[in-house]
């Protein structure tokens, strides 16, 4: 423990042990703030847990002080502006057409290509040891058991992507279905846990970032069946994301979730929507925000 002006202890970062920690945002601010719309300056959003009721307003997200230090935080800083900018260009690729309300999607796999192989399953276990680092009593904290310990040593330490972890990724089609702008990105989910599979149930933890559910297998022998082969990206620069309507129950509580934060919104982002009502600022996407 090092020691503060105050000369409270200020805890040290979780994986260098040696360097006091820093307020590490959860969820990579980028992936926050594209959440927003038209001029974000002052625009505030919910963090919403349906199981619970809970919920708090927030400007870029949840963050957590005493998990790492700055040089840490850094080291994931560098994968997740690489799977920021994957899933925006992603994002991008058509996989439906809407006409109002109807969505006509084209179920499937889409190619793609990365840079660097499994840089991506390494930003995912990222986020998935910061939420397995937080205090157990918080509201999005996870249990990933052994997989806390070998995370860190594929983000920190180069440790290679053991064969029973793999990851993919999946169009988040509720978010196609439900709002105007399909390309636009309206919520993100934190991580969740549960047993997944056809004729196989393997353990997989997902979060929905970037208009996209991405899936980690958390350390599992066999081969999964919940995506085909060539989705899972581990040792991949030639990949493909998956487009099928399964992932639009994945993300249904947001519905839920919207309702809870109406009223709280209207009055946080208040003077952000007198602005548009009087002509200051014009909608630059959707109208209002979650
Ligand atoms: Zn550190």
């Not at 169009?171 to 196989?200: H, I, K, M, N």
């Not at 997902?206 to 991405?214: D, L, P, T």
Request: aromatic content about 10%; proline content about 6%.
């Amino acid at each position: 423990m090092t020691k503060s002006k105050e000369d409270k202890p200020v805890p040290l970062c979780l994986v260098c042990r040696e360097r006091p920690a820093i307020r590490a945002h959860l969820l990579p601010e980028s992936f926050v703030r594209e959440v927003f719309h038209g001029p974000k300056d002052d625009e505030k959003h919910m963090i919403v847990h349906p199981d619970t009721g809970r919920k708090f307003q927030s400007n870029t997200g949840r963050f957590e002080k005493d998990i790492l230090c700055a040089d840490c935080d850094n080291v994931l800083g560098a994968y997740e502006d690489s799977a920021f900018r994957l899933l925006k260009r992603l994002r991008a690729v058509e996989v439906g057409t809407k006409e109002g309300t109807r969505s006509d999607v084209a179920v499937g796999t889409y190619r793609f290509r990365v840079d660097v192989v499994d840089e991506f399953i390494r930003f995912a276990c990222g986020i998935l040891w910061k939420y397995a680092s937080t205090p157990p009593d918080a509201p999005d904290h996870i249990d990933i058991g052994e997989c806390r310990a070998m995370f860190e040593d594929i983000c920190w330490r180069g440790a290679p992507i053991p064969g029973w972890v793999d990851v993919f990724i999946e169009r988040d089609l509720f978010a196609f279905a439900a709002f105007p702008e399909p390309e636009q990105v309206y919520y993100y989910c934190s991580p969740s846990l549960g047993r997944r599979g056809y004729r196989t149930a393997h353990d997989l933890a997902w979060f929905s970032v970037g208009g996209f559910i991405i899936y980690v297998k958390l350390n599992q022998p066999g081969i999964s069946d919940f995506a085909l082969r060539k989705c899972w990206m581990r040792g991949r620069t030639d990949c493909h994301f998956m487009v099928a309507m399964r992932s639009v129950e994945v993300n249904n509580s947001i519905h839920e979730s919207i309702g809870m934060t109406r009223e709280d919104l209207a009055k946080l982002n208040r003077s952000i929507q007198e602005k548009y009502r009087s002509g200051q600022m014009s909608p630059t996407r959707r109208g209002s925000p979650t």
